[in-house]
């Protein structure tokens, strides 16, 4: 299901979840995935920053990829308890998720913050999952296009490119709540944000992926990564769970 040349990215969210036993789960899906599988789609699991380095250990010599939650947007400073890309990229990390919605609820992060963190995300050479989403009143408003269409505009920096940016679309009123738009809403969004991406940084557009995520489980994966424009996932609760990561990344296999 590989669309115009962009290769799938399913990834992995823990959140604020995992122990150093939980680094059993990064074995599990590594000796789980098939080579052929790894042919066509890429793995990436981001565990909170206290298991970055375990996991990174647990994965070496595999495609299967490491990456943070958050960054701060500095180099280094005084921001106790703050983590930075070059933290994150000296570590192994090789991507990190910027402005995940419950950062921009829980933590008021702005649409300029996200845009500052997915430079840093750069600067370290990370790829940056920008996420961007509606809530449930901002879809009964019938605001979701032009809530997700500002987000995007201002976070993505320019000369953003594929191979250092990735946009995650979140509604928020589906993350962890068992709801999923339906396939044709999120076709809508996707397409539209794949335009907003060709104002802001040109043909380079065809090349970013765009990740859907919300309530992605094994059963629904096939189907929600069959949609246009939608080139992965980012997974929460289920990436926690071995065998239902591996089932939404077989939703790739031939």
Not at 207 to 232: F, Q, T, W
Request: with cysteine; aromatic share 4%; net charge negative.
């Amino acid at each position: 299901m590989t669309k115009a040349g962009r290769r799938p990215l399913v990834a992995g969210n823990w959140k604020m979840n995992g122990l150093r036993s939980s680094v059993s789960v990064v074995e599990a899906v590594r000796n789980g995935l098939s080579p052929d599988l790894l042919c066509d789609v890429d793995v990436l699991i981001c565990p909170p920053s206290t298991l970055i380095s375990s996991c990174v250990a647990a994965v070496y010599g595999s495609p299967v990829a490491i990456g943070g939650q958050n960054l701060h947007a500095k180099r280094n400073g005084a921001f106790t308890g703050s983590i930075s890309a070059e933290m994150l990229a000296d570590l192994g990390a090789s991507y990190v998720i910027v402005g995940h919605s419950e950062r921009r609820a829980y933590h008021h992060e702005t649409d300029d913050g996200v845009h500052a963190k997915a430079l840093g995300a750069r600067r370290a050479g990370l790829c940056g999952i920008i996420c961007v989403g509606e809530t449930q009143d901002e879809r009964e408003e019938g605001r979701t296009l032009d809530i997700v269409r500002a987000q995007l505009a201002i976070g993505v920096p320019k000369g953003a490119t594929g191979a250092d940016t990735v946009i995650a679309y979140e509604p928020v009123w589906a993350i962890g709540t068992g709801l999923t738009p339906t396939p044709a809403d999120i076709a809508e969004v996707h397409a539209s944000l794949r335009e907003m991406l060709g104002q802001l940084i040109g043909p380079e557009a065809a090349k970013v992926r765009i990740l859907y995520g919300g309530s992605v489980k094994p059963g629904n994966a096939r189907e929600l990564m069959a949609v246009e424009n939608v080139d992965g996932a980012l997974v929460g609760g289920a990436s926690l769970v071995a065998d239902d990561f591996l089932g939404i990344v077989n939703a790739y296999a031939r």
